[in-house]
């Protein structure tokens, strides 16, 4: 927890208005939504992140293709030069919280999340956070299991679906969907049902093992236990 304390610390809010709300959606009981600045995903999906999301959040390598898209934001976050030509940026949008994070120490990912649960959110999807550069996709993926005690995170894209996942998991999904299972670093007791490929109370550790490539065997549940470790789910599809 020193870490997520360390960094909220270093968040200066310049407050240019208040949030105002995108849908009937109830406030902070919806997933917030990130926009991260790696590849941008379909705008079929985009939409139906924004559609339900109370509250949305850029990270600022991503504001000018964002507001070429034209959609509403809450707020951007950065370490933004100027604040005063973000908020020359986004003044025609209406109510816009300026972020600025000019600590080094911390990826822009890091410093969205933890503004977030800063201010009550208990869950957020993120978008854009992979394509593009190799380093910016591992460190976004690594991210997941620093909050896994703080706020349930999925990161999103037109291929897949990344969250960590609780020591009891338990989701329907249709025959043939993959799945990888992948262990940050080490996972103990993973105990599966319903995969082509079962591990009966098995040790996952990362690189050397894991759950890569494998789907659902038929129609119906899928059961996933652990012991120990953070274990990240993969739905994959291509």
């Not at 139906?48 to 959609?71: K, T, Y």
């Not at 992979?130 to 299991?145: K, M, Q, S, V, W």
């Not at 609780?166 to 990888?180: H, L, R, V």
Request: proline content about 4%; hydrophobic content about 40%; overall charge negative.
């Amino acid at each position: 927890m020193q870490k997520i304390t360390t960094a909220l610390n270093s968040i200066k809010i310049d407050v240019i208005c208040s949030m105002s709300s995108h849908h009937v959606v109830r406030d902070k009981q919806e997933p917030a939504l990130i926009i991260a600045n790696g590849e941008a995903c379909s705008f079929e999906l985009l939409g139906q992140l924004l559609e339900w999301s109370p509250f949305v959040l850029v990270l600022d390598g991503a504001l000018d293709r964002v507001l070429e898209l034209n959609i509403k934001i809450d707020a951007v976050l950065g370490d933004f030069d100027s604040t005063d030509h973000i908020a020359e940026k986004v003044k025609h949008l209406g109510p816009v919280q300026i972020i600025h994070t000019p600590n080094q120490e911390f990826t822009d990912l890091q410093k969205g999340i933890e503004f977030l649960l800063n201010e009550g959110h208990a869950a957020a999807n993120i978008v854009w956070a992979t394509g593009r550069r190799a380093d910016h996709n591992f460190n976004n993926i690594a991210t997941l299991p620093i909050y896994a005690e703080h706020i349930n995170l999925m990161l999103v894209d037109d291929y897949s679906r990344v969250y960590l996942l609780p020591k009891q998991f338990k989701k329907w999904y249709p025959q043939n969907t993959k799945i990888s299972l992948i262990p940050v670093t080490i996972s103990h007791g993973v105990i599966t049902e319903n995969l082509a490929f079962n591990l009966n109370n098995e040790t996952l550790e990362f690189p050397n093992r894991s759950g890569n490539s494998n789907y659902v065997l038929a129609d119906g549940f899928v059961a996933i236990t652990y012991q120990s470790g953070h274990l990240l789910m993969m739905e994959c599809w291509d």
